[in-house]
Structures are given as C-alpha cells and as structure tokens.
C-alpha cells in the first residue's frame, strides 16, 4: 500500500489486493474490495475510537442525528461543501455529496440485485420504508 504522486501531482492510493477480484465494487458488497471503500468512502457518523467507552461522533454530518420522541425519525444534516473526487460520469462538473447519496446507498443494501451480506442483520430491524426495497427478493 503507497500513497505516491500521480502524473498530475496529485497523490494517488495503491493498494495491491492478494486475491483476485471478485467482481465490481460497485456490484458486490461483501468482497475485500467493500472493505477497501470503507475507508475510503466517509460515512454521516464514525466512532470516536479514543473514547471510552467508544462513542459516535458526526463525520460528515453537522452534528450528531435529531431524533423525534418516538424515535421514529433520524435528521442528519451534512456538512456543506463536501465533493465527490473528479469523474468522467460527472461530465466536468462538480458533483456535491447530497443527502439522496445515503439514502440510494441504504436501498442497495436491501436491492436482493446486490446481495448485501448486510441485508441480514438490518432486515429485522423494521427500517420505515425498507420493505418497499426488500420486496423484490
């Protein structure tokens, strides 16, 4: 694993994986490459680790959830001015890291296409509005 300068100066991470690939990232979930995203994709949420006991603490959120008195609804505000890593499939432009990319990202756990190894553990947990996703397996 090296962080070295690209051909554009820029660092660019390497990372040579000892088994062969096994499909897309983008397709699976549950391969190394999912364990590579983890730390590479930021969460709303991380654990403030030095803590004891552990604790969540906002990543790239503004502030740690609202939660209503039912506990039925979770506000996370994200931190404005957040960007994704230029892409061709942005087309030159910018493209800002939007609430509607966690939510797509929490679909595909429950989208069977994928097969999530997570579906299993957050099936039971009654996420409103999940069963619309699931109901395709």
């Known amino acids: 694993m090296s962080a070295q300068p690209g051909n554009d ?6 990372y040579a994986f000892p088994v062969p690939r096994q499909g897309s990232i983008r397709r699976r979930f549950g391969s190394i490459f999912a364990h590579l995203g983890r730390n590479i994709f930021d969460a709303p949420l991380t654990y403030d680790f030095l803590a ?11 502030a740690m959830p609202e ?19 230029d892409d061709p499939a942005f087309k030159g432009q910018k493209r800002e890291l939007v609430a509607a990319d966690f939510v797509y990202a ?10 999530s190894p997570s579906y299993a553990g957050l099936a039971p947990s009654e996420i409103l509005g999940a069963r619309t996703c699931a109901r395709k397996r």
């Open 106 to 115: 929490w679909k595909r756990i429950y989208d069977p296409r994928w097969k």
């Open 52 to 62: 004891r006991p552990a604790k969540l603490r906002p990543n790239v959120a503004v």
């Open 9 to 14: 100066g820029r660092k660019v991470f390497r």
């Open 67 to 85: 939660v209503t008195d039912d506990y039925r609804t979770y506000t996370i505000r994200l931190k404005p001015g957040i960007f994704f890593q």
